[in-house]
Nanobody, 115 residues
Framework: QVQLVESGGGLVQPGGSLRLSCAASGSRFRIYVMGWYRQAPGKQREVVAVITSGGSINYADSVKGRFTISRDNAKNTVYLQMNSLKPEDTAVYYC?????????WGQGTQVTVSS
């Protein structure tokens, strides 16, 4: 059974920063792709950033230049450093990982950017 544990969400003022982390455990197969998605109220879930085991990265245009995704392959952990946060970044952020057999989702962590 694969479990994803997310942490780092919270309330922050515009312009502030948060760092999200997601640790995957219990996988019997290599995890090659890890990423972050988010879902705001009334909207569909969207990709924020993804990173492969080789270090290839893709960002959504809306976060490019402000967010940084990274991973520790030895720990099967992915991070999302979020700087210069805007109110439109408010959403539930979900960790996503893919091994050679399955795709897994974290429980979600709330990020609220508000004055």
């Amino acid at each position: 059974q694969v479990q994803l544990v997310e942490s780092g969400g919270g309330l922050v003022q515009p312009g502030g920063s948060l760092r999200l982390s997601c640790a995957a455990s219990g996988s019997r197969f290599r995890i090659y792709v890890m990423g972050w998605y988010r879902q705001a109220p009334g909207k569909q879930r969207e990709v924020v950033a993804v990173i492969t085991s080789g270090g290839s990265i893709n960002y959504a245009d809306s976060v490019k230049g402000r967010f940084t995704i990274s991973r520790d392959n030895a720990k099967n952990t992915v991070y999302l450093q979020m700087n210069s946060l805007k109110p439109e970044d408010t959403a539930v952020y979900y960790c996503n990982v893919a091994d050679t057999r399955e795709i897994y989702w974290g429980q979600g962590t709330q990020v609220t950017v508000s004055s």
